[in-house]
């Protein structure tokens, strides 16, 4: 007679001979290179970050080689991130942009994407023209109302965050016929606004934005974020100046497939808060005008992406963006 006993312990072994090589798998992790998509082209500041987290965390992941799939926004990269295999060796550098769609069509979390940490966070700026008569957000409140319709701001392109930057100032100070004229990126819009073509525009602070507001070719009227930044403390933020809900931080921030294992998840965040302490890449993101965020775990960068989304959703609401389903 067959031993029930005996073959259901067998089973069980046999079962957990077949979990050993997954389990050994992860415990190995990683044993071949990672590959990062950063959702954006060669050369710009996101590319920066990535290529120098990568650079960061060789020590402790092994090589990572860096593959820019730009196109939609960032949501082609997105996209190709979320379909990939949940084993870690995949990764999105993602943004702002990331936080467009889900506020938009009413989810609550970023369900194709599994949180790691928020590298750094890049302040926005409410920035004019010299011609402009203002020298601060309050005197530009005046300038605007008395010269109605003649105020427009410049954006990065319609559904962008600099967009929702915009019409969340519009939404505050009731400014509501400032004209939003949508660019295709920021070097554009920024050239037109040294030039004069446009009188404002919302514009991620970065080194060079702080170079030109020092040089007297554009002037930051403000910053739109909690307190002032370390790069830039002469700058006074829009809460200084009586805006407190002006508050428009991008983000850039490591993301796995949805369904990485946690262990993973945790061993890349580790990793990237240990390359976050180091004081030369600190200091590197600081001079490009973004606030290093040293201390961001999985469950952090999820809040934070999540309270994102729940904030955005009525400014996006308020403008009816509309968002192609094939994106």
């Not at 389990?23 to 590319?47: K, T």
């Not at 730009?70 to 949501?75: E, Y």
């Not at 037109?192 to 009188?199: E, F, K, N, Y």
Request: hydrophobic share 45%; aromatic share 6%.
């Amino acid at each position: 007679m067959i031993n029930r006993r005996a073959v259901l312990a067998g089973s069980g072994a046999l079962a957990g001979i077949a979990l050993i090589p997954c389990a050994l798998a992860q415990s190995q992790y990683p044993v071949r290179p990672i590959r990062l998509v950063i959702p954006f082209a060669p050369g710009g500041l996101i590319d920066a970050i990535g290529r120098q987290w990568a650079h960061a965390v060789k020590a402790l992941l092994g090589p990572v080689f860096v593959e820019n799939q730009a196109g939609g926004g960032g949501s082609i990269g997105a996209a190709a991130i979320a379909r990939a295999e949940p084993d870690g060796y995949s990764l999105l550098l993602g943004g702002g942009s990331m936080l467009i769609r889900p506020a938009s069509d009413a989810q609550s979390t970023l369900t194709d994407f599994a949180p790691i940490s928020i590298l750094v966070v890049a302040a926005f700026s409410i920035a004019v023209n010299p011609s402009v008569p203002a020298q601060n957000l309050t005197e530009l409140v005046q300038y605007a109302k008395a010269n109605p319709g003649k105020l427009s701001y410049g954006s990065t392109g319609a559904g962008t965050f600099s967009h929702l930057a915009g019409e969340l100032f519009k939404s505050l100070t009731g400014l509501n016929d400032v004209v939003h004229v949508p660019y295709k990126g920021g070097a554009p819009a920024i050239s037109d606004l040294i030039s004069g073509q446009i009188p404002m525009a919302l514009s991620a602070v970065t080194g060079q934005m702080l170079d030109l507001h020092r040089s007297g070719k554009v002037r930051i009227l403000a910053v739109a974020t909690p307190a002032r930044l370390v790069a830039a403390p002469d700058i006074p933020t829009a809460v200084e100046q009586g805006l407190p809900g002006m508050i428009v931080q991008n983000f850039s921030g490591l993301f796995a497939p949805s369904g990485t294992p946690i262990a993973i998840v945790d061993q890349i965040s580790e990793a990237t808060r240990a390359a976050m302490a180091n004081a030369e890449f600190r200091e590197k993101l600081i001079a490009s005008g973004f606030e290093p965020c040293s201390d961001s775990s999985p469950e952090a960068a999820r809040r934070f992406v999540e309270d994102e989304i729940d904030r955005w959703r009525p400014v996006i609401k308020a403008i009816g963006l509309k968002l192609d389903p094939k994106t």
